[in-house]
Nanobody, 124 residues
Framework: QVQLEESGGGLVQAGGSLRLSCAGS????????MGWFRQAPGNEREFVAAISWTGTSTYYADSVKGRFTISRANGLNTVYLQMNSLKPEDTAVYYCAANAGAGTAFDPNDYIYWGQGTQVTVSS
């Protein structure tokens, strides 16, 4: 069993930056592909970014490509999401998740462990 806990969310002005962290416990995250998703009020949960277990493969939603960077520190059992040039439309609850496989995946149904989420609010 894996427990995931996100942190680093908050309120930021448009154009600003935040770095989200996802700390794993209970089991190493080293064997899992990891992803970040987000959900705004009234919307479905949407894919943001994914990273393979080695960290050598990454995949991004078009809406965040060039602005967000996913990375991982397996020795710290932590995954990160660096978010730059934030826009009001990035406002959502952000979730990290562990993939059932070791690669990258954008379908939330491929993820078996989820954190509770952290709120990101971008003001205009």
């Amino acid at each position: 069993q894996v427990q995931l806990e996100e942190s680093g969310g908050g309120l930021v002005q448009a154009g600003g930056s935040l770095r989200l962290s996802c700390a794993g416990s209970g089991r190493t995250l080293r064997i899992y592909g990891m992803g970040w998703f987000r959900q705004a009020p009234g919307n479905e949960r949407e894919f943001v970014a994914a990273i393979s277990w080695t960290g050598t493969s990454t995949y991004y939603a078009d809406s965040v490509k060039g602005r967000f960077t996913i990375s991982r520190a397996n020795g710290l059992n932590t995954v990160y999401l660096q978010m730059n040039s934030l826009k009001p439309e990035d406002t959502a609850v952000y979730y990290c998740a562990a993939n059932a496989g070791a690669g990258t995946a954008f379908d939330p149904n491929d993820y078996i462990y989820w954190g509770q989420g952290t709120q990101v609010t971008v003001s205009s």
